[in-house]
């Protein structure tokens, strides 16, 4: 079976840094494009970055130059660096597989795995 599993989550001051991992297991991780997304209490699940396939790169424009997503495909793993954080970053950060005929900016709606998500809280 599919399984993704985040980790790396926590709580950080306002301009602090996180690094979050996903590993994946039971699907052709290569073939696959990756995404993350956050979602906070009362809110949509949002995109904030993917790298597909092909390894081409996407950033909610909120997170640009903050965020970093990079994937290890000998290891099965995408990462998320995280970078001057900002309280509104705060929400459940969720690890997302989306096969390689999905086309378009990616939405939640066109990823048909994810995690479980792991927590990530900046204060002020």
């Known amino acids: 079976q599919v399984q993704l599993v985040e980790s790396g989550g926590g709580l950080v001051q306002a301009g602090g840094s996180l690094r979050l991992s996903c590993a994946a297991s039971?699907?052709?991780?290569?073939?696959?494009?990756m995404g993350w997304s956050r979602q906070a209490p009362g809110k949509e699940r949002e995109i904030v970055a993917d790298?597909?396939?092909?390894?081409?790169?996407y950033y909610v424009d909120s997170v640009k130059g903050r965020f970093t997503i990079s994937r290890d495909n000998a290891k099965n793993t995408v990462f998320l660096q995280l970078n001057s954080l900002k309280p509104e970053d705060s929400g459940v950060y969720y690890c997302?597989?989306?096969?390689?005929?999905?086309?378009?900016?990616?939405?939640?709606?066109?990823?048909?795995?994810w995690g479980r998500g792991t927590q990530v809280t900046v204060s002020s």
């Open positions: 039971g699907l052709s991780f290569s073939s696959y494009s």
């Open positions: 997302a597989a989306r096969g390689r005929g999905t086309v378009g900016t990616p939405i939640a709606a066109l990823y048909a795995y």
């Open positions: 790298i597909s396939w092909t390894d081409a790169i």
